[in-house]
């Protein structure tokens, strides 16, 4: 399992075991995990801008296929149910497309082990977006968003701490406490050795 690592540094599993396979035409999709608050949608979309490939938020095909918003899911039709929904966008995503993506899935959609089984299956590199959890939940406060499984701190806490073995899993870790989604998308970048398209800005005043 990847060390503990201070904020803003990086451990790269991939390239410790496969250094020349990473990251060149063989590579599909670049998969953005973690927990809440993350930053993966708008890592994700930055580091899509950078690379001039496609984004896709799989909440956001969940969104589309279903018809619902996925707290409505939740709440009436369970979280089994939408476990169900995620895999089955999961499959679509991965099947239909005929480009290199970056994709951001949701928190619970990595520790499912059928969709790390999928994933593993793809040449994809996958990133786990980490924070402590206080900072993951002030993000979450912050950005106002309706998060179905966020009940009270302790709650967000056992729960970050149940899934964080899964994410670990990843073939990079990367501290984004201290980082700006700019810098997570560069460190993301650097460390999988992708090929710019455009220059990477240096603006460091976003927030992730």
């Known amino acids: 399992m990847p060390p503990v690592f201070p904020p803003a540094s990086v451990?790269?599993?991939?390239?410790?075991?496969?250094?020349?396979?990473?990251?060149?035409?063989?590579?599909?999709?670049?998969?953005?995990?973690?927990?809440?608050?993350?930053?993966?949608?708008?890592?994700?979309?930055?580091?899509a801008r950078l690379l001039h490939w496609p984004f896709v938020d799989l909440d956001d095909v969940i969104r589309t296929q279903s018809g619902r918003e996925i707290a409505e899911i939740f709440q009436r039709s369970g979280e089994s149910e939408f476990r169900r929904l995620e895999s089955q966008a999961l499959k679509a995503v991965l099947?239909?497309?005929n480009a290199q993506t970056v994709l951001a899935i949701g928190g619970g959609a990595f520790v499912q082990p059928?969709?790390?089984?999928?994933?593993?299956?793809?040449?994809?590199?996958?990133?786990?977006?980490?924070?402590?959890?206080?900072?993951?939940?002030a993000r979450c406060?912050?950005?106002?968003?309706?998060?179905p499984l966020f009940q009270d701190e302790n709650q967000f806490r056992q729960l970050y701490e149940s899934r964080r073995s899964s994410y670990m899993k990843a073939d990079l870790c990367l501290d984004t406490s201290q980082l700006s989604i700019s810098q997570v998308a560069a460190e993301v970048v650097k460390a999988l050795e992708l090929?710019?398209?455009?220059?990477?800005?240096?603006?460091?005043?976003?927030?992730v």
């Open 11 to 47: 451990y790269n599993l991939a390239i410790a075991t496969s250094h020349n396979k990473t990251c060149r035409g063989d590579l599909f999709a670049v998969v953005l995990v973690g927990f809440m608050g993350a930053g993966k949608t708008s890592a994700g979309q930055e580091l």
């Open 95 to 97: 099947s239909s497309s």
């Open 114 to 137: 059928e969709n790390q089984e999928l994933l593993r299956s793809i040449p994809a590199r996958i990133v786990f977006l980490d924070a402590s959890p206080e900072i993951l939940m």
């Open 141 to 147: 406060r912050q950005h106002g968003v309706q998060r």
């Open 195 to 207: 090929i710019l398209q455009i220059p990477v800005s240096k603006d460091s005043s976003d927030e």
